[in-house]
């Protein structure tokens, strides 16, 4: 019974995170599904959706680490980065994705960039 009741709380937590507006913390998780899980199943369920790249983690500058869904611009795309921009709120704390801005870097010679991880951080439309 244990390998069903994870897999609905991966479906729960899964799209919990691909509804909301904003990227969501394991303690924001923790709290709207407390009855499906502990902390340490959501830990692991975390990683799992990480690891299967349905999610991606975002670290604020505050030091959270926050999950959003990843958006899959083509279906065809096995593996796809997340180049895009995140912007995080020094007021209200909210995080979201930018994927409409593309950050642009270069790195000298001989170098291998493997994962890029862009946050703004200011106020957003809501707390300005």
């Known amino acids: 019974m244990k390998k069903s009741r994870n897999t609905l709380a991966k479906a729960a937590i899964l799209e919990l995170i691909s509804q909301s507006a904003v990227a969501l913390s394991h303690a924001e998780i923790h709290k709207a599904n407390q009855e499906l899980c502990d902390r340490v199943t959501i830990y692991r369920i975390l990683d799992r959706l990480v690891t299967e790249d349905m999610i991606h983690k975002i670290a604020t500058p505050e030091g959270t ?36 801005v593309q950050p642009t870097y270069t790195v000298p010679p001989n170098y291998l960039v493997k994962e890029v991880n862009f946050t703004l951080s200011g106020l957003c439309p809501a707390c300005i």
């Open 65 to 100: 680490v926050k999950y959003a869904a990843c958006h899959h611009h083509h279906l065809d795309e096995e593996h796809h980065i997340h180049n895009h921009v995140h912007f995080s709120c020094e007021k209200c704390h909210s995080v979201v994705c930018l994927d409409s």
